[in-house]
């Protein structure tokens, strides 16, 4: 038998770890980034706890433990927050929040931004398919994007969509494009599907994907028909 080659041996492991390294990554950034939220109120309160008692709870000292803790202390909150929700305390809460960051000028800004865009995010679109293809950042490349709002060019009347097109692997930050509606490709994938598609970086995706302007595909399988005799 022959010795395997060095180039293909080089790419069969990066095939292999590549997905691991991209799991690896998301869930380190979204583990790194939840327990920062905790560690400020976490990180004080367990290093007293070490130090008035060394022998029973000196290891709470530990950088890891108090990773560890301010993850499950974030994570805890996220899921008392969602149950309150649920519930006429939790939504009069909200609503008393709502009210008073409104009268934060900026806040209320981004608050209400944020706050728009996760629920349109979460609804049913109208008339338009919610989960797009643009061309993005040229005609030849197309990128994933969500649509926010149709709107109206002023004075043509013509149809523009606002295109939300997040980034890989983290979609919490992209890009906001305005593209007329005869330009956006439409899919039939759902919201879940296609943030699955942008964290793993292509990895998730089905076997065939939209990539041509349906009227620009119709308009091309026409052509022949109309040389024809």
Do not use: C
Not at 53 to 67: D, E, I, K, M, N
Not at 173 to 186: A, H, N
Request: glycine share 6%; aromatic share 8%.
């Amino acid at each position: 038998m022959r010795p395997p080659n060095l180039q293909r041996l080089f790419l069969s492991g990066l095939l292999t770890l590549l997905p691991i390294w991209l799991t690896w990554v998301v869930v380190k950034f979204v583990f790194v980034l939840l327990s920062d939220i905790s560690k400020p109120l976490v990180e004080p309160l367990l290093r007293d706890v070490a130090l008035a008692h060394p022998q029973a709870l000196g290891w709470l000292g530990s950088g890891w433990v108090q990773t560890a803790l301010a993850l499950i202390a974030t994570v805890a909150v996220i899921l008392l927050t969602g149950a309150l929700a649920r519930r006429v305390v939790g939504q009069t809460l909200l609503r008393w929040f709502e009210s008073l960051i409104r009268r934060i000028p900026l806040a209320s800004t981004i608050y209400g931004s944020a706050r728009q865009l996760l629920d349109i995010l979460q609804t049913k679109p109208d008339g338009t398919q919610r989960v797009v293809l643009v061309d993005f950042p040229h005609t030849e490349m197309k990128s994933i994007g969500f649509v926010t709002k149709v709107m109206r060019e002023e004075g043509s009347g013509r149809e523009l969509a606002a295109v939300y097109v997040p980034t890989t692997p983290n979609p919490t930050s992209g890009y906001l494009e305005i593209v007329p509606v005869e330009k956006i490709t439409p899919t039939d994938w759902s919201v879940d599907q296609a943030m699955s598609f942008i964290i793993s970086g292509g990895a998730v995706s089905p076997a065939t994907i939209p990539f041509s302007v349906p009227s620009a595909a119709a308009a091309t399988a026409a052509a022949p028909d109309k040389d024809a005799p």
